[in-house]
């Protein structure tokens, strides 16, 4: 089952109920005083966590694009290795700005254009033949990003001197290297899309509709940060591949980094251990916690109704589990798929479960509705 369609259908779901926060029920009222001032939240996860992080990136993608082109002006197995490194370097950094699925990301479908997988190697070929791709239709997402990368720097052939003759001797080589530079000028396209409406104008608009409607900040964050941890981090990383939402037919293929085979973990860790700093507003610079979801949820006395144990402690105490059981996976996920697959299914268990807690408990606490559909029931 290719996991593309799924997560094309379901981010078109989303996007069609909260696209942009536009002028609609923006809500000006705040309450007064921390930690419920919805104002302080919002400006720190701006100005502290999604900027940022947009910036590391900003900078890994450029570094990357620098060794891409050096690659495509010179193919060697040393300038190879070279855009490899910073390929990774990137991917790992795009993990942790890739969470940020709401706003200019949304209204732009950025991570659909970066990073949806697996790859379809029978498109990339034919685009490469044809060297004109329209990369900016639905049906060309698994065609470019990181995955494309993956399998034309990990995977179009058996060995490094395969791969290099395949940019310099083959018949098609000068047809490839312009397909790579199509793919890194989309990539920084995109992305500097997203980046600099979020410096220009976003972030003020963002930060000051301090409402609770469902075009407000804090709706549309919340929404778009339940659906990326739901979607692309437990289906994506873990259901799909496991078989675990597909009747138990396991996808040793839909891994993240497949071609690589070394990275899929470490991208997946990336990915959670970066929603974790979000939910407790941990600052990508200063590496020190304010105004945060689990700051808003203490202010408001959010308790499991049984234990009275705080609702972001359950929440904190969910994430270390979900690290714990991710600690027990080797780097090669496409390979414990194929001999270790138990492990895999309880990393999705366990992130279900802590899907439940925020999808329902935190969004009720928080008077929050969610806006996309799933065939989940959670």
């Known amino acids: 089952m290719n996991f593309s369609n799924i997560r094309l259908a379901l981010f078109f779901s989303i996007l069609l109920v909260t696209a942009s926060c536009g002028n609609k029920d923006k809500g000006t009222e705040t309450p007064q005083g921390n930690p419920t001032d919805r104002a302080a939240m919002l400006t720190n996860i701006a100005d502290n966590l999604v900027l940022p992080a947009y910036a590391n990136f900003e900078a890994k993608l450029n570094a990357m694009i620098s060794k891409s082109d050096a690659f495509r002006n010179d193919p060697t197995t040393s300038t190879l290795a070279a855009y490899r490194t910073a390929w990774a370097d990137a991917y790992i950094e795009w993990q942790k700005a890739a969470l940020y699925e709401f706003g200019p990301a949304a209204d732009n479908a950025l991570n659909s254009y970066m990073n949806i997988y697996p790859a379809n190697v029978t498109n990339i070929q034919a685009n490469i033949q044809a060297g004109n791709a329209n990369l900016d239709v639905s049906g060309a997402y ?110 040793a293929q839909s891994v993240e980094g497949y071609y690589d085979k070394n990275i899929s973990l470490s991208l997946a860790k990336a990915a959670h251990n970066a929603f974790v700093d979000f939910f407790n507003g941990k600052g990508v610079l200063t590496n020190t916690e304010g105004a945060s979801l689990k700051t808003y949820l203490d202010g408001l006395g959010a308790k499991d109704a049984t234990t009275q144990v705080l609702l972001s402690e359950n929440i904190n105490t969910q994430f270390t589990v979900v690290s714990n059981k991710l600690n027990l996976l080797t780097d090669n996920l496409s390979n414990e798929v194929a001999t270790n697959n138990t492990a895999m299914i309880a990393v999705y268990n366990e992130m279900q479960k802590l899907v439940g807690l925020l999808k329902v408990d935190m969004t009720s606490a928080m008077s929050i509705t969610i806006t996309y559909t799933d065939n989940d029931g959670d």
């Open 142 to 251: 698994p065609t470019q990003g990181f995955p494309a990368l993956d399998y034309l720097l990990n995977g179009a052939a058996a060995t490094d001197n395969d791969i290099v003759a395949l940019y310099t001797t083959d018949p098609d080589a000068a047809k490839r290297k312009a397909y790579l530079l199509q793919l890194t000028n989309q990539m920084h396209s995109k992305f500097e899309l997203v980046y600099q409406t979020w410096k220009t104008s976003y972030r003020d608009s963002f930060v000051s509709s301090t409402g609770t409607g469902l075009f407000s900040s804090t709706s549309l964050m919340v929404n778009g940060i339940v659906f990326y941890y739901e979607r692309y981090i437990r289906s994506g990383k873990f259901g799909v591949p496991s078989g675990a939402m597909v009747n138990g037919v396991v996808s």
